[in-house]
């Protein structure tokens, strides 16, 4: 088995269109502004842009609006990882090269974690990324019969009900927010599959 570590950020189809759509970009200047910016607006918990700002970025970058949001949420992203797993500037430039991204623009990334790394991890770390938090799982499990009268061919059905919590919430009542999700044995088996390479990433990465 290989022991090469795999990516921080997933390398999936759309993080790699989202590091071509960065390495096309030719004005780098002002591509290092909007990194520094998103790593500035982040500790400050405003909004990165606004529309007029979004506008003007779309004319200075030569991008169209859909190409400006998938590169704004995936530096983002790059950030959210780096701090969520306390990688150093090294660390990340060594990540964004595995990723595909180029050296001038790997510079800018790294050199933006420099100045923010410290106060954008403290953000972070006292507001969750996501807006809610699981607080509890219950299961059962069921037999479904695909023949109603003579109750031939069961089938085991299991249901979860995820109990969520928003921290945010003032609203008592829409605190808390229950789903119930229903797995047949194959569906089941899948997503036990995808936990088992989840953890074998957070694995490589601790």
Do not use: C
């Not at 390495?23 to 990165?48: A, P």
């Not at 150093?88 to 060594?94: G, R, T």
């Not at 009900?161 to 047949?184: A, M, W």
């Amino acid at each position: 088995m290989s022991n090469k570590k795999k990516s921080l950020f997933g390398n999936t189809t759309q993080f790699k269109s989202a590091i071509e759509l960065i390495n096309s970009i030719e004005e780098d200047e002002q591509f290092s502004r909007v990194i520094l910016r998103i790593i500035k607006r982040s500790i400050e918990g405003v909004q990165l842009f606004s529309e007029k700002e979004q506008t003007q970025l779309l004319s200075a970058l030569s991008l169209n609006n859909e190409s400006l949001q998938t590169i704004l949420a995936a530096s983002n992203f790059i950030f959210q990882q780096s701090a969520y797993f306390g990688i150093n500037s090294e660390s990340l430039a060594h990540q964004l090269k595995s990723s595909g991204m180029e050296t001038n623009k790997i510079k800018i990334f790294v050199n933006a974690w420099k100045q923010g790394r410290s106060e954008y991890t403290k953000q972070l770390m006292e507001k969750s990324i996501a807006p809610r938090s699981l607080q509890e799982i219950n299961w059962s499990l069921h037999l479904q019969s695909s023949n109603k009268n003579t109750g031939r061919d069961k089938t085991p059905i299991s249901f979860f009900e995820f109990q969520l919590k928003d921290p945010d919430t003032v609203n008592e009542e829409k605190k808390k927010d229950n789903f119930i999700v229903e797995f047949n044995h194959q569906q089941l088996f899948r997503l036990y599959e995808k936990f088992e390479r989840l953890q074998e990433q957070l694995d490589q990465l601790i």
